[in-house]
């Protein structure tokens, strides 16, 4: 995602690019906050507008993910891109540096290496300090002045907004997302993000439900999707007078949500949960979502395997037995739920057996949405020093049989839906670039691409993540807007749908 902020003062132009995860995104709506923000409040009457050209950037920022070497890999190529971009149009652009990545000093020195068209760093938990660094390398017309790596910076592992912080909106306007907290508490022995991200720090409720209310007074969202690195350890981490045992806040927090809102059963607002790990779904939780439907029947239950002997290693908090438990609990009192999950393949000590073992759960969980990652080996990661690492091409063969099966389940389930003309309630999101032939699909007589449809999606599919349904023609649909669509085909994970007239219902 690029968004690029043009700058009157001094005719300055900024552009900023996005990578990784939607936390990141949102630390991104932050800086964008911080520097409209400043603009409006120049006493020059400097102002920022939104364009869509960055050929003409004098400061390019760029919000790297620094989770896994993949992520390490794109936030390079980026940096590379436009420090070559730089370097070809031979002027006197700036170039900063941010994101999870350059809070390791093992990849910020790294970056600061290899890309001498880096002015400046600006570690994760400092993002509030956006504007300053900007002013410093519009002020500095000599790269050699510039504190490269912003040593004056208090170098915190991440940034939670508190109060008035400022954030600008730069989701499509009818969803935002909404980050409850940030760091973790967890020690999952092959993730980093404890390291690159600290503990966990939980915005207070009253803080979520005013940054909630602020999104809603703002425009035409319908849609918040809650994040945070696992939103089942929310408020785990509040100060506990009482001296019993924490409980998560999760429940009571969603009800503080709710109570903003009006109740609307015929097309109810759709509050989304992110990343909700099988340990803090509780009894509590599960209720609300049964009794309000305001809550998206959806969860994002990243799970990583099926056997113990792995789960173990990997030091999660849970078994197969309370994972398949949990799944067996949430279908049977939420029947038309949609469950998402994330799995590793080629975990050190890893098995056929045990890889065996996840394909069976697989084939038998029959789960809607499946992410599958190859186990990449973190040197700052516990699982780094276990021994048995499985080799790469036996990663990558269980990588493509797993892929294989879940397509089945998906195929099945796609056939299910056209067979029975299922009728879907569906947000259109607009006009897309789809890849591969949906001639079939689109009005031949339209002037627009072959390759461009009107896309939405429904309840079961998160923005980004899990797919779309592309409509047949060109209809005359609103993007934001909520219709009722026909499923009449689908283009491996996206479905194909009719938007159905009022006649019709």
Same mark, same amino acid.
């Given at each position: ?124 938990? $400092?993002? &509030?300090?956006?504007?300053?660094? !900007? #002013?410093? +390398?519009?002020?500095?017309? *000599?790269?050699?002045?510039? @504190? ?6 208090k170098k915190r592992k991440s940034f939670i ?101 009006? $109740?609307? &059963?015929?097309?109810?607002?759709? !509050? #989304?949960? +992110?990343?909700?790990?099988? *340990?803090?779904?509780?009894? @509590? ?83 809607d949405h499946v992410g599958v990652f190859v ?112 499923v009449t085909g689908y283009d491996g994970y ?12």
């Amino acid at each position: 995602m690029i968004i690029i902020i043009i700058n009157e003062y001094k005719s300055a132009v900024i552009l900023f690019q996005s990578l990784g995860c939607p936390r990141n995104f949102v630390d991104t709506e932050v800086m964008l906050g911080y520097a409209v923000s400043s603009s409006s409040d120049r006493s020059d009457g400097g102002d920022m507008l939104l364009a869509d050209n960055a050929d003409d950037a004098d400061v390019i920022v760029i919000n790297t993910c620094g989770f896994l070497e993949s992520a390490r890999e794109e936030s390079r190529a980026a940096i590379a891109d436009a420090q070559d971009a730089i370097l070809k149009q031979k002027s006197n652009k700036r170039l900063l540096v941010t994101g999870c990545m350059v809070n390791l000093p093992k990849h910020r020195d790294s970056i600061l290496r290899d890309f001498p068209g880096v002015d400046a760093i600006l570690p994760s938990g $400092d993002i &509030d300090k956006i504007v300053g660094t !900007l #002013r410093d +390398l519009e002020d500095n017309d *000599d790269k050699d002045k510039i @504190d490269r790596r912003n040593k004056k910076k208090k170098k915190r592992k991440s940034f939670i907004e508190k109060g008035d912080t400022p954030r600008f909106l730069a989701t499509p306007p009818h969803y935002s997302y909404l980050k409850i907290a940030e760091g973790c508490r967890k020690r999952c022995s092959f993730c980093i993000i404890p390291k690159l991200k600290g503990r966990l720090q939980s915005k207070p409720i009253s803080q979520v439900v005013e940054e909630f209310k602020a999104i809603i007074e703002h425009g035409t969202a319908r849609e918040v999707i809650l994040i945070a690195q696992d939103l089942g350890d929310y408020g785990l981490d509040f100060r506990n007078t009482e001296k019993e045992k924490k409980k998560s806040q999760l429940t009571p927090l969603l009800k503080a949500i709710l109570s903003t809102m009006d $109740d609307n &059963d015929n097309d109810p607002f759709w !509050l #989304r949960l +992110l990343y909700l790990y099988p *340990d803090e779904i509780t009894p @509590d939780l599960i209720d609300l979502m049964e009794a309000d439907r305001r809550i998206v029947r959806y969860v994002d239950l990243p799970i990583q395997h099926s056997h113990d002997d792995i789960l173990k290693a990997m030091r999660r908090k849970t078994d197969s037995k309370h994972i398949k438990d949990t799944i067996a609990n949430l279908r049977e009192r939420l029947p038309d739920i949609y469950i998402r999950t994330s799995l590793m393949v080629g975990f050190p000590g890893e098995t056929e057996n045990h890889f065996l073992d996840l394909l069976q759960f697989v084939k038998e969980s029959k789960l809607d949405h499946v992410g599958v990652f190859v186990y990449s080996n973190e040197d700052m990661a516990y699982s780094s020093r276990l021994d048995d690492q499985v080799p790469e091409d036996i990663k990558q063969d269980r990588y493509r049989r797993l892929m294989e099966v879940q397509w089945k389940i998906v195929e099945e389930r796609h056939k299910e839906r056209v067979n029975q003309s299922e009728r879907l309630r569906i947000v259109v999101e607009g006009l897309k670039e789809i890849d591969g032939d949906i001639d079939d699909v689109n009005d031949s007589t339209s002037s627009l691409p072959s390759s461009t449809a009107i896309v939405g999606r429904h309840a079961g599919q998160c923005p980004e993540i899990d797919g779309q349904i592309i409509l047949e023609g060109f209809p005359p649909v609103n993007a934001g807007e909520r219709y009722w669509a026909e499923v009449t085909g689908y283009d491996g994970y996206d479905l194909i749908g009719r938007v159905l007239s009022e006649e019709e219902l």
